[in-house]
């Protein structure tokens, strides 16, 4: 079977819940597809480098997956019909990364910045 990375991001004004509910209906295209989820990452709200459908900011999150390559051929129509996606990206990987991803990470490495900084004032 086939490893990829799919990353989608949501409009800026939905709940979490509803983004929660995206990812989940990702998951149950990829499994209906043959496919598997091995790992789902919410990244958060975050800042877009350009607008995108007049949005300034996204959720984002991904997806690994396991499965045949015409389930990524489903799983991207069902992004283009669906209006919360704003843009998607499915990458083909040799594996999948062990722990958290390197965004994650990120948001760890910040997150203890902030608490140091405040530690010293």
Known sequence: MALY???F???Q???QAQVDALAAAATDIVEANDGKVVKTETWGLKSLAYKIDRNRK???VML???GPGSLVAELERQNAINE???RWLTIAVEEHEDGPSAM???NDRDKKRRSDREDRN
Request: proline residues 0%; glycine residues 0%.
């Open 84 to 86: 919360d996606v704003i």
């Open 58 to 60: 996204a959720h984002f």
């Open 9 to 11: 991001l949501a409009r």
């Open 64 to 66: 690994n997956i396991e």
């Open 104 to 106: 994650m990470r990120k």
């Open 5 to 7: 990375e799919h990353v």
């Open 13 to 15: 004004d939905l709940s």
